[in-house]
T-cell receptor, first 119, second 113 residues
Framework: GAVVSQHPSRVICKSGTSVKIECRSL??????MFWYRQFPKQSLMLMAT?????????EQGVEKDKFLINHASLTLSTLTVTSAHPEDSSFYIC???????????????FGPGTRLTVL | AQSVTQPDIHITVSEGASLELRCNYS??????LFWYVQSPGQGLQLLLK??????LVQGIKGFEAEFKRSQSSFNLRKPSVHWSDAAEYFC???????????FGTGTRLLVSP
């Protein structure tokens, strides 16, 4: 259980275009979804946190107008990289969590990631 | 500041040998602790987690981790490593008050024949 998917797995686009990445929780309803960015051989950097039906909370230094996040339902969140440039090339990973009835901390389950290359 | 440290950037272990990956945390109170594994070009898979109770936690794929409050550590172990265990391993901590998962820098495990 607790499977998260991402689509597409990899995308190549031209500079100046926009790219949308989807993150879906397949077998649970995600109360919270997270978007991370990972540079080669580095750890994950949290970009934003989103709750269904509300605006995303962005981390310091992340441009909210460039990285648009929509969390339209309890199973789907999208990240749109607007006017992408080569420096936006990276590995983007989403995760999802749900409220534990036991009161335990929410565990994050990660998607397989999306490799974005901007030419 | 809250942080997670993985002191070893990479470790090489012979197949069949035992493994221990180190993780230390710096938090005001004991956070919730996790170990994730990432294969090249893939997302993260949860190996195990510690919230409370028994300080020795069993996970998937034969991994276990031991929480030691006195050392602020949560080291990951496996008694016999398989070639398929070669991957990047991330320790992470969660302060439930902020819901933000903080990752260590990762340890790359190489398995030699």
């Amino acid at each position: 259980g607790a499977v998260v998917s991402q689509h597409p797995s990899r995308v190549i686009c031209k500079s100046g275009t926009s790219v949308k990445i989807e993150c879906r929780s397949l077998d649970f309803q995600a109360t919270t979804m997270f978007w991370y960015r990972q540079f080669p051989k580095q750890s994950l950097m949290l970009m934003a946190t989103s709750n269904e039906g509300s605006k995303a909370t962005y981390e310091q230094g992340v441009e909210k107008d460039k990285f648009l996040i929509n969390h339209a339902s309890l199973t789907l969140s999208t990240l749109t990289v607007t006017s992408a440039h080569p420096e936006d090339s990276s590995f983007y990973i989403c995760s999802a969590s749900y409220n534990q009835p036991s009161g335990e901390a929410d565990t994050q389950y990660f998607g397989p990631g999306t490799r974005l290359t901007v030419l | 500041a809250q942080s997670v440290t993985q002191p070893d950037i990479h470790i090489t272990v012979s197949e069949g040998a035992s493994l221990e990956l180190r993780c230390n945390y710096s938090y005001g109170a004991t956070p919730y602790l996790f170990w994730y594994v990432q294969s090249p070009g893939q997302g993260l898979q949860l190996l195990l987690k510690y919230f409370s109770g028994d300080t020795l936690v069993q996970g998937i794929k034969g991994f276990e981790a031991e929480f030691k409050r006195s050392q602020s550590s949560f080291n990951l172990r496996k008694p016999s490593v398989h070639w398929s265990d070669a991957a990047e391993y991330f320790c992470a901590a969660l302060n439930t008050g902020f819901q933000k998962l903080v990752f260590g820098t990762g340890t790359r495990l190489l398995v030699s024949p």
